[in-house]
């Protein structure tokens, strides 16, 4: 059985771990045999929330070499915002008393190619897919006034909207950052080699300040 975290930073150090772990090949697998099953029959305390693009090559758990209870994982096709995924978020910190929120993107992203491509060439998506371009067509024109054009400029910009827009929306989490309670960090995800590189983080003191990538 591992130790739970119990900072945002320990939480962000047990994810970043993992992840290591996950690229080098030697995953550990914790806290997934019958023991763990047992002990979180009558209730769940996982140590961080992540909120994940819906995309089936980035599996949070794998990635990040986590078990059974561990991640309390919302995905959404671009990690796109809602009021469902704002009250699950809140829900994961304020109830489950989770120490992180994490949002993860990750290279070649549908959603964010597709709002590019809206942008760019005015395509549009067909059915409810052109709602989640909607909303993550903001981070594309963010990232054109900024002079960004790379697809890794984009995603970027991407997740760092997505954290901005997370802490401006929801109260709730914005005070618990603030008190030290709760960090909110963004990663970016390598699909080739599975490495998973901090873009930006609030409340954690060893990383208080926004990571802004460069080109």
């Not at 304020?94 to 290279?107: A, F, I, K, P, T």
């Not at 963010?142 to 997370?166: E, N, Q, W």
């Amino acid at each position: 059985m591992t130790t739970t975290p119990v900072s945002p930073a320990d939480a962000l150090d047990a994810l970043l771990a993992g992840n290591r772990r996950f690229v080098a090949g030697a995953p550990q697998h914790p806290n997934q045999d019958a023991a763990r099953r047992a002990e979180l029959a009558p209730a769940q305390k996982p140590f961080a929330v992540l909120l994940g693009c819906s995309d089936s090559r980035l599996a949070a758990e794998i990635i990040f070499d986590q078990g059974l209870g561990d991640l309390f994982v919302v995905r959404t096709a671009g990690h796109v915002l809602g009021p469902e995924v704002l009250g699950s978020i809140e829900y994961g910190t304020s109830v489950l008393d989770c120490r992180l929120v994490v949002v993860l993107g990750h290279d070649s992203c549908g959603a964010v190619a597709a709002a590019r491509a809206a942008v760019e060439d005015g395509l549009s998506a067909a059915g409810y897919v052109r709602d989640v371009v909607e909303r993550v067509t903001p981070s594309v024109l963010a990232a054109r006034a900024a002079g960004l054009t790379s697809d890794s400029d984009l995603i970027d910009t991407h997740i760092l909207h997505t954290v901005d827009l997370l802490l401006d929306r929801s109260r709730v989490l914005a005070d618990q950052v603030a008190s030290g309670h709760t960090g909110v960090v963004g990663l970016a995800y390598q699909l080739a080699e599975g490495s998973a590189r901090l873009v930006t983080a609030h409340g954690i003191p060893t990383a208080s300040a926004p990571v802004r990538r460069t080109r």
